[in-house]
């Protein structure tokens, strides 16, 4: 069992950490008495994208938050189940919160940069907060290599020192990718995070994602079917039918769900027919 308080800095300039299989069993949620999943089980394997695509409201958030200890930010919240990263809970309660939150990376629907603090400063961000210790020259590195996995290195490289706000809604999304990149996560969630982009900018990131799975294993939460078939090899689909918690009704191969689903219900909401 690891010490919560055994966890040194670690220098910023360590090789990647090696590719890692996320592995969800069993997991029910709740929100006060409302069971909103129910036993879903799923693995997400190494250097895959894993897209978890269903209807509105079938917990699809809520299982990508519990899969980096972010559903316990909600007082009402609780669950059941286990999260293992290469076979190690992160809920064991030997672990501290924010190894999980740093080897399990998250970008949200919303792109939330920091807006006063400079393009350079919010690459850095998580560096503290996850107690990686860095000297000029690593940190100069750092940011050059993430904005470069991001895609932005070339836009942005003259004008470092700009804050973070003044960028687009396209950059601002890529730059909050370049900051989770920063931390060396193992894993990247990643909700929706085109939802509130143009369709060109979303090109760009689903590209920076056909990349970036080489480092990182990514889950991706989408409403966009062909999105979900563009950027992931893995799929899953959930439902939460007639007011029961949400469960996947199939999961496996992104191309083979989408051309030959076993369910008809997959069928059903792959092909526009509900949802
Ligand atoms: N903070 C919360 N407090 C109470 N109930 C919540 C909370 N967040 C989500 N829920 C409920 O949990 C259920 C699952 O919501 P969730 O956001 O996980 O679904 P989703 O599939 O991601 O939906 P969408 O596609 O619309 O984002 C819904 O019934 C929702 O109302």
């Known amino acids: 069992m690891r010490n919560a308080t055994a966890t040194a800095p670690a220098p910023a300039d360590e090789p990647p950490a090696p590719l890692a299989t996320l592995d969800a069993r069993d997991i029910s949620a709740w929100f006060g008495d409302h069971q909103v999943l129910d ?10 994208v894993t897209s978890l695509i269903g209807p509105s409201g079938c917990g699809k958030s809520t ?21 293992l990263l290469d076979g190690d809970d992160i809920y064991d309660t030997g672990r501290r919160l924010v190894d999980a939150r740093k080897h399990i990376g998250m970008v949200f629907q919303k792109p939330n940069p920091f807006p006063a603090m400079s393009i350079y400063d919010n690459v850095l961000a998580g560096l503290t907060l996850t107690g990686i210790r860095a000297s000029r020259d690593e940190k100069d590195h750092l940011v050059e290599t993430c904005l470069t996995k991001a895609g932005l290195w070339r836009e942005l490289k003259d004008r470092l020192r700009a804050p973070g706000g003044g960028l687009s809604g396209g950059q601002q999304q890529r730059l909050c990718i370049a900051r989770s990149l920063a931390v060396k996560p193992r894993v990247l969630l990643m909700d929706e995070p085109c939802s509130a982009l143009d369709p060109t900018s979303t090109r760009v990131i689903e590209e920076t994602m056909l990349e970036l799975v080489h480092d ?60």
């Open 216 to 275: 990182v294993t990514i889950v991706i939460v989408t409403h966009n079917m062909q999105q979900a078939q563009r950027v992931s090899q893995q799929c899953a689909f959930f439902l939460a039918s007639h007011g029961t918690p949400g469960a996947i009704v199939e999961h496996g191969d992104t191309e083979a769900m989408f051309a030959d689903p076993i369910d008809p219900r997959t069928f059903d909401y792959v092909n526009g027919r509900f949802g």
């Open 63 to 83: 299982f990508l938050r519990i899969l980096n200890r972010m559903h316990e930010l909600v007082p009402s919240a609780s669950l059941a189940g286990e999260v």
């Open 39 to 48: 036993r879903v089980s799923l693995t997400m394997p190494a250097g895959v």
